[in-house]
T-cell receptor, first 115, second 110 residues
Framework: DAGVIQSPRHEVTEMGQEVTLRCKPI?????LFWYRQTMMRGLELLIY????????DSGMPEDRFSAKMPNASFSTLKIQPSEPRDSAVYFC?????????????FGAGSRLTVL | DQQVKQNSPSLSVQEGRISILNCDYTNSMFDYFLWYKKYPAEGPTFLIS?????DKNEDGRFTVFLNKSAKHLSLHIVPSQPGDSAVYFCAAAYGNKLVFGAGTILRVKS
């Protein structure tokens, strides 16, 4: 298995532009998570899906952020319009959803820089 | 409100000595705890975990201790090796939700 695949690995954009980050979870994993890593706050949970349905989006910072999971093998995180404070590394992770085994598998991350 | 706290942003240890990374949590609903390791330009990878019904779990050089009454857990690495230099994240879980701490940068000097 290729693991969790994220794209792009690096994105540099200007303030006000739309940014779309993509994630392909591990096949058979029922839950998908989007995290953001910053120096100040570490790894913050933004949103997670279970069986393609958003379960908890309380971590999404504001309306500029949206996430979708149209099918079991693909998810997007969109920021529109982007701002410099959105600069961070965004991680996607997936797991099987079996209780008692909260071992997430993370992708390599998408480093976003908003100028 | 940070439910999982790693109060030491960084730790420096001599090769061969013990590394102790600490983590505190506030939510008594957490019933499973994990440590992840992260190298630069890579995603975090699972290292070791412990259920709330245990107070210790060991895997080779890595041991995690859980003190439920103090809502505290720690990761011991002994002996520490230069390849252990990374960011270590503590995480706590209940249901499908996994909450991470801010991370501790461990540097093992040779």
């Amino acid at each position: 298995d290729a693991g969790v695949i994220q794209s792009p690995r690096h994105e540099v954009t200007e303030m006000g532009q739309e940014v779309t980050l993509r994630c392909k979870p591990i096949s058979g994993h029922n839950s998908l998570f989007w995290y953001r890593q910053t120096m100040m706050r570490g790894l913050e949970l933004l949103i997670y899906f279970n069986n393609n349905v958003p379960i908890d989006d309380s971590g999404m910072p504001e309306d500029r952020f949206s996430a979708k999971m149209p099918n079991a093998s693909f998810s997007t995180l969109k920021i529109q319009p982007s701002e410099p404070r959105d600069s961070a590394v965004y991680f996607c992770a997936s797991w099987t959803g079996n209780s008692g085994a909260n071992v997430l598998t993370f992708g390599a991350g998408s480093r976003l820089t908003v100028l | 409100d940070q439910q999982v706290k790693q109060n030491s942003p960084s730790l420096s240890v001599q090769e061969g000595r013990i590394s102790i990374l600490n983590c505190d949590y506030t939510n008594s609903m957490f019933d499973y705890f994990l440590w992840y390791k992260k190298y630069p330009a890579e995603g975090p990878t699972f290292l070791i975990s412990i259920s709330s019904i245990k107070d210790k779990n060991e895997d080779g050089r890595f041991t995690v201790f859980l003190n439920k009454s103090a809502k505290h857990l720690s990761l011991h690495i002994v002996p520490s090796q230069p390849g252990d230099s990374a960011v270590y994240f503590c995480a706590a879980a209940y249901g499908n939700k996994l909450v991470f701490g801010a991370g501790t940068i461990l540097r093992v000097k040779s």
